[in-house]
């Protein structure tokens, strides 16, 4: 039911070795597939290998889907315009989008301005804290990590570290704050963006709270967002556990530490701004200063 939590990974030990946190994401794209509660897939996968230039795709057939497992962080798909110029009009195609918080967010809109039918899209949302722009991300690698950009095979954030791990298996990280501070690191919107978890899509998959298992932590947040992981469960295609207390506040620990990064972010880049009153901040968006 919504509002369920669980450890999930995937059933597919093939799945388990490509993807990334259990491989849960990949086999749920399978599974809305194979089960027919979707047409089509609509997610992002690295050209000719390169991670650093994602692409998105649609996909119908299940066995296409493993190109596409794990995570990108450098790339630059905007996926709500993807699935409206994917759908064009078709309101009667079904499609599972895995999302983003700001993907999810940009779905919405459209649905509420009818440009999509809400119930032909199943969003599977991915937590975030951020991307990193291609070529910002290959210039820090070089400059910062000392490393050539192709060796990178993962990144991640967290605990305030930019960390990377290098096709030998090596890993190296990087203070972020830092990084940022040489305009290197993730996007200016990304930094200043207080919303990690993407509660509006119908489940929210990611891995705070589930390091120490190798699994997905799984929210559920609608109705048929539960119906979907139930049937998931019931077939077979993911196994799953009940988080433990500890993981739960883990969860919300990492998740208020990076709001609270993003709304530094926001002080320092808009904290003038914010203490305008509404005339002076319309002024500021619409006026000559802001042309």
Same mark, same amino acid.
């Given at each position: 039911?919504?509002?369920?939590?669980?450890?999930?990974?995937?059933?597919? !030990?093939?799945?388990? *070795?490509?993807?990334?946190?259990?491989?849960a994401v990949t086999s749920l794209l399978k599974f809305a597939l194979e089960s027919k509660q979707v047409d089509a897939v609509l997610t992002v996968k690295a050209r000719d290998g390169n991670r650093y230039d994602g692409i998105p795709v649609l996909i %119908? *057939? !299940?066995?296409?889907?493993?190109?596409?497992?794990?995570?990108?962080?450098?790339?630059?798909?905007?996926?709500?315009?993807?699935? @409206?110029?994917?759908?064009?009009?078709?309101?009667?195609? @079904?499609?599972?989008? #895995?999302?983003?918080?700001?993907?999810?967010?940009?779905?919405?809109?459209?649905?509420?301005?009818?440009?999509?039918? !809400?119930?032909?899209?199943?969003?599977?949302?991915?937590?975030? /804290?951020? /991307?990193?722009?291609?070529? /910002?991300?290959?210039?820090?690698?070089?400059?910062?990590?000392?490393? %050539?950009?192709? *060796?990178?095979?993962?990144? %991640?954030?967290?605990?305030?570290?930019?960390?990377?791990?290098?096709?030998?298996?090596?890993?190296?990280? @990087?203070?972020?704050?830092?990084?940022?501070?040489?305009?290197?690191?993730?996007?200016?919107?990304?930094?200043?963006?207080?919303?990690?978890?993407?509660?509006?899509? %119908?489940?929210?998959?990611?891995?705070?709270? #589930?390091?120490?298992?190798?699994? /997905?932590?799984?929210?559920?947040?609608?109705?048929r967002g539960a119906n979907f992981i139930d049937g998931a469960i019931q077939g077979g295609q993911i196994k799953t556990e009940q988080p433990s207390a500890e993981a739960l506040q883990s969860r919300r620990a990492k998740d208020r530490e990076a709001t609270?990064?993003?709304?530094?972010?926001?002080?320092? *880049?808009?904290?003038?701004?914010?203490?305008?009153?509404?005339?002076?901040?319309?002024?500021?968006?619409?006026?000559?200063?802001?042309?």
């Amino acid at each position: 039911m919504k509002g369920d939590m669980y450890w999930a990974r995937s059933s597919d !030990p093939a799945i388990v *070795d490509k993807a990334e946190c259990g491989g849960a994401v990949t086999s749920l794209l399978k599974f809305a597939l194979e089960s027919k509660q979707v047409d089509a897939v609509l997610t992002v996968k690295a050209r000719d290998g390169n991670r650093y230039d994602g692409i998105p795709v649609l996909i %119908d *057939d !299940p066995e296409e889907l493993m190109a596409t497992a794990g995570a990108l962080h450098c790339v630059s798909a905007n996926i709500a315009r993807c699935l @409206k110029v994917f759908l064009d009009g078709a309101f009667d195609l @079904k499609v599972g989008v #895995a999302c983003k918080p700001c993907d999810a967010k940009a779905i919405i809109e459209l649905v509420k301005r009818n440009q999509i039918n !809400p119930e032909n899209v199943l969003l599977i949302g991915l937590n975030c /804290t951020g /991307t990193i722009r291609p070529v /910002t991300a290959q210039r820090m690698m070089e400059e910062e990590f000392g490393v %050539d950009p192709f *060796d990178v095979v993962g990144e %991640d954030i967290e605990d305030g570290k930019l960390k990377i791990r290098l096709r030998d298996g090596s890993e190296k990280e @990087k203070d972020l704050a830092e990084l940022e501070a040489k305009g290197l690191g993730r996007r200016e919107n990304c930094r200043r963006c207080d919303l990690n978890i993407p509660t509006m899509a %119908d489940i929210a998959c990611g891995k705070w709270g #589930a390091e120490d298992k190798q699994a /997905t932590f799984i929210e559920v947040c609608s109705e048929r967002g539960a119906n979907f992981i139930d049937g998931a469960i019931q077939g077979g295609q993911i196994k799953t556990e009940q988080p433990s207390a500890e993981a739960l506040q883990s969860r919300r620990a990492k998740d208020r530490e990076a709001t609270e990064l993003a709304r530094q972010w926001q002080e320092k *880049d808009f904290g003038e701004l914010q203490a305008m009153g509404v005339e002076e901040r319309f002024e500021y968006w619409f006026g000559p200063s802001g042309q």
